[in-house]
């Protein structure tokens, strides 16, 4: 009983230890922030605790780090606007229940324009409720706002220095699984020509999933690529970055001419009358798609992918002259397709 009881700990450590890693430079990152946030406003002379300035960071910074600016600049617009909101309907009216529906109706309304490249920005709406259960909007409107402002530069500042992200290390880990993916749909699909319309229907629900989890993956890279614009430490990455979002982009483009060959190989399982062309795909098709996995593995690892290609292209010239029954072309068609992609990332 013992035994099982350590094996647990042991496993709950190592998962607390996974944890900690991951999510330690984040909570590190928006700690020292905050506490930078809260001691410029002291400095700036904040009568009060400035919680506003230290609220920023904690905002911005919970997801991608070097979305801080972005994350800044929305919360920023919403204050002010928020703010003016408040400060005008009660000037205008006094205090009431319709007064209070009118000032979140303008709040969530100019939140859908002050977007600031998210979505809808509610804190134009809280800002301006805030202000308007204030005792003293006006003395609170103006706290607000600048400690909200003083917040946002210093997490602006502060955020692409502190425990940064390795977006090259992130993009390598995405390509290499978007190889994984390409090439197990490539190899499994393939086979498949020798199977019965079972196994072709079977395979092409696991191409399926294989192409979801690259769109999965090109989404990740594209948020990791976007990361390099505000992140001063990695610039010497910039150029890898760029070549790995784009290998990763063609990957993305390759996934669907994969869905295309899989559907095409189970609408040709069983059908006797085209058993004969089935049969003789099976002689050509394996070795294209080997060589169409190659130079996809040397695309995705940044690697000159023009001989690769010239042995995919010779592999279809050589199943083109083989055979040019109507089977053959439509199954040539999608590895053409795929060449033709991966030919946008030959280096010049």
Do not use: K
């Amino acid at each position: 009983m013992n035994r099982p009881a350590g094996a647990g700990l042991r496993a709950r450590a190592a998962g607390a230890r996974d944890v900690l890693r991951v999510e330690g430079p984040a909570a590190a990152r928006i700690l020292v922030t905050v506490v930078a946030a809260w001691q410029v406003a002291l400095w700036l002379g904040a009568d009060q605790p400035p919680v506003f300035a230290a609220v920023v960071p904690l905002v911005a910074l919970r997801g991608d780090p070097f979305a801080a600016l972005g994350a800044s600049v929305q919360r920023v617009l919403g204050v002010v606007a928020g703010v003016v909101i408040a400060i005008v309907a009660l000037n205008l009216l006094s205090p009431s229940t319709g007064t209070l529906a009118l000032v979140v109706a303008l709040g969530l309304a100019a939140g859908m324009l002050l977007r600031a490249g998210g979505g809808l920005n509610i804190q134009v709406a809280a800002s301006s409720l805030l202000v308007f259960a204030s005792t003293s909007p006006d003395s609170y409107a103006l706290h607000r706002l600048w400690e909200t402002v003083a917040g946002a530069v210093v997490t602006v500042l502060l955020a692409p220095l502190l425990w940064p992200p390795d977006p090259r290390r992130t993009l390598s880990a995405l390509a290499a699984d978007c190889r994984t993916h390409l090439a197990g749909a490539l190899t499994d699909t393939a086979a498949a020509l020798a199977a019965g319309p079972a196994a072709a229907y079977d395979n092409l629900a696991r191409v399926t999933a294989h192409n979801e989890a690259v769109h999965g993956d090109a989404a990740r890279a594209r948020e990791a690529a976007r990361t390099m614009r505000f992140n001063p430490l990695r610039r010497r990455h910039r150029e890898a970055v760029r070549e790995l979002a784009r290998a990763i982009a063609t990957a993305e483009q390759l996934a669907a001419q994969l869905s295309t060959l899989a559907r095409e190989v189970a609408a040709f399982a069983g059908r006797d009358d085209l058993a004969a062309d089935v049969t003789r795909a099976r002689d050509h098709v394996p070795a294209l798609a080997a060589a169409t996995a190659e130079a996809i593995g040397d695309a995705l690892t940044c690697r000159d992918v023009a001989p690769g290609l010239t042995a995919a292209r010779s592999a279809v010239a050589a199943y083109a002259h083989a055979d040019s029954s109507p089977v053959a072309v439509v199954l040539r068609r999608p590895f053409q397709r795929m060449l033709d992609d991966l030919a946008g990332t030959v280096r010049r």
